[in-house]
């Protein structure tokens, strides 16, 4: 599942962590943690972190506060979340890769996880769609090219910018590798060295920075 190694679930409720047990069922190594402070979050690590909306302290959002600190640095879904209790599309637009509910079913949250697990969001089509809209409507007229965004371009590879312009398409990764004849662990690689070059944090914040280059972009896919 996109070469992640274990599944790390911070649990900070007396009850058992039933999703955890599923996981384990259908082969994935996990590891369930109480305390914060067992967390060694590393960007060069492989493993995906599911913190539970239950019993963690949350912001004004509805969205855990250790959350929103690892995002920064690797791959965060939350699980035990109480329908009405969390604004979906700040977690979206925050980097959270998906929201698991308690009041799902328990194969259709095994679903959720193995979908965040193969990097893709698993959010309401709805909202995702929205957003995107949103976001959209924001660009009246393409944004005026600062130094600093001229100079992550000119830093970016050949090959960065085709994979910019495929992500910018809604290809996911699988369909990048096929499409370029290259594994999907190259094109990880590949993504994370432009998260690190252009300052993105996610897709949503690389599609908002890509804007102004779409045509730059669109002409070198042609070349």
Aim: with cysteine; proline share 3%; aromatic share 6%.
């Amino acid at each position: 599942m996109n070469n992640i190694d274990e599944v790390v679930f911070l649990h900070q409720v007396a009850a058992p962590c039933h999703l955890a047990m599923l996981a384990e069922s259908i082969g994935l190594k996990t590891r369930v943690i109480s305390d914060i402070e067992q967390l060694e979050p590393s960007a060069d690590s492989c493993s995906f972190y599911l913190i539970s909306q239950q019993g963690a302290a949350i912001d004004c959002n509805g969205i855990p506060l250790v959350a929103s600190l690892l995002v920064k640095h690797v791959p965060v879904a939350l699980y035990n979340v109480s329908k009405d209790s969390l604004d979906e599309e700040s977690a979206l637009l925050l980097g959270i890769r998906g929201l698991l509910f308690t009041d799902q079913r328990m194969d259709l949250q095994l679903t959720g996880l193995r979908k965040v697990l193969a990097d893709e969001l698993w959010y309401d089509k709805i909202l995702i769609s929205r957003v995107f809209r949103q976001l959209v409507s924001q660009i009246d007229t393409p944004r005026a090219l600062s130094t600093e965004g001229s100079e992550s371009f000119q830093q970016l590879t050949r090959r960065e910018k085709t994979i910019i312009q495929q992500v910018s398409s809604g290809a996911r990764n699988k369909e990048i590798a096929t499409g370029l004849c290259i594994s999907e662990h190259t094109v990880k690689a590949h993504i994370s060295s432009i998260f690190r070059k252009t300052h993105a944090r996610n897709r949503v914040e690389l599609l908002r920075w890509a804007e102004p280059y779409q045509n730059q972009l669109k002409l070198h896919a042609v070349g």
